[in-house]
C-alpha cells in the first residue's frame, strides 16, 4: 500500500501543493478562497471527465471548443452563472469581433459560438462538473425572441438541458433576459470579467 503510494506519487498522480489535493479533485480551501493557480489546478483534474460528458451529447461544439480561442486567461468565478468557475472560448468565426471588446457598436458575425465550460468545488471540497454554456450568433430573423442567439446548456451527463428554437427552450429564456441587458453597443456579449480577460493575440 505504501510502496504504491510512493509510486503514485513520484509519478506526479498525488500532487500535494498549498491543500489541494489532485488525485482527490478535493480541497480544503474555501471557493472563495482558492487563488488563481489553485483553482487552475482543480480544473486539471476535472477537464477530462468535463470533456467526456459534454461529448456524450453528440453536439459538434462538445468535440470543437477546446480547439477555439480563449478569451479568459486562467478559470475565474462566474457569479451569473451558478457562482461556477469558468472557462471563456470563441471560435475563429467570432474571435476578432469578440476579442475587440467593443462596447460601443460590437456585430457578432452570423456563425459565431463563445462558449463557457464550467465546473464547482461543492461544500464538501470535492471538485464537480458543471454545465457548458453555449450562445450561437445564427441568421438575421430566426429566433427574433432572441436577437438571433441561440443558447444552448449542456449538463455535465451530456443531456441538453434547454435550447432556443425547440422544445427545452422555455429553460433556456432567463439566459436571453439577462444578456438582452448589453444588446445595445455589445450584441450582447459580456465578455469576462476585467482581470481575466486575454491579449488579443
Ligand atoms: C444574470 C445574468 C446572466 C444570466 C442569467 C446568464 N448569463 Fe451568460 N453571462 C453573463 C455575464 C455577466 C457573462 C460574462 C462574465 C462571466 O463569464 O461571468 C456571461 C457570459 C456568457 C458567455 C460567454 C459570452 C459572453 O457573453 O461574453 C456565454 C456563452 C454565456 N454567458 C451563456 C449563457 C447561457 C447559455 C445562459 C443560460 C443558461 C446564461 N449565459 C445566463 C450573465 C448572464
Redesign the pocket.
Known amino acids: 500500500m505504501i510502496k504504491a503510494l510512493k509510486i503514485a506519487a513520484l509519478s506526479g498522480m498525488f500532487t500535494l501543493a498549498a491543500g489541494v489535493a489532485h488525485a482527490a479533485c478535493s480541497t480544503e480551501i474555501a471557493k472563495d478562497d482558492l487563488t488563481d493557480a489553485q483553482a487552475a489546478e482543480l480544473y486539471e483534474c476535472i477537464e477530462g471527465k468535463l470533456l467526456e460528458g459534454y461529448n456524450k451529447s453528440g453536439k459538434a461544439v462538445a468535440g470543437e471548443y477546446r480547439n477555439w480561442f480563449m478569451p479568459s486567461t486562467t478559470p475565474f468565478i ?4 451558478g457562482k461556477r468557475f ?1 472557462n ?1 472560448y470563441i471560435n475563429d468565426i467570432g474571435r476578432d469581433a469578440y476579442m475587440s471588446f467593443n462596447e460601443d457598436d460590437l456585430v457578432m458575425p452570423v456563425g459565431s459560438i ?3 465550460e464550467s465546473y464547482t468545488i461543492n461544500k464538501k471540497g470535492k471538485v464537480r462538473r458543471g454545465p457548458l ?3 450561437e450568433k445564427v441568421a438575421a430573423g430566426t429566433f427574433p425572441d432572441t436577437d438571433d442567439w441561440k ?3 449542456i449538463i455535465p451527463n451530456g443531456k441538453i438541458l ?1 435550447e432556443t428554437g425547440t422544445d427545452t427552450a422555455k429553460k ?1 429564456k ?2 436571453h ?3 438582452e441587458a448589453v444588446l445595445d453597443g455589445q450584441d ?6 476585467e482581470d481575466y480577460r486575454s491579449a488579443s493575440n
Do not use: I, L, Q, R
Open positions: 462566474s457569479a451569473t452563472h469558468v471563456h463563445a462558449v463557457k454554456f453555449v450562445m443558447y444552448t446548456t434547454g433556456e432567463f439566459c433576459d439577462c444578456h450582447v456579449m459580456f465578455f469576462p470579467d
